[in-house]
């Protein structure tokens, strides 16, 4: 059985974060620091990994991913993960 990982990332550089879900966080985060070639993570890179949940129901991952991407979500990010990378 996958395990669904919904994570967020954050780029230094830039200061801009990326949230998404996937099964293979290590694959995806390789591809989205060196191998993608368009899109917006292409443009903040590098970007660093500083939010992990896990999820056994995919459906759970994504009603999590969207929530996060959601006003009061990035507000979250904003007050509760940003200020220990900034």
Do not use: C
């Amino acid at each position: 059985m996958d395990n669904f990982v919904v994570y967020i990332l954050y780029s230094h550089s830039s200061g801009k974060t990326y949230t998404g879900m996937t099964t293979d966080l290590i694959t995806r985060f390789q591809f989205l620091n060196s191998k993608s070639t368009k899109g917006f993570t292409l443009r903040y890179r590098p970007w660093t990994v500083i939010h992990v949940e896990f999820f056994e129901i995919k459906a759970d991952s994504l009603l999590r991913e969207k929530i996060l991407k959601s006003g009061k979500g990035r507000e979250w990010v904003k007050n509760n993960l940003l200020p220990n990378y900034i």
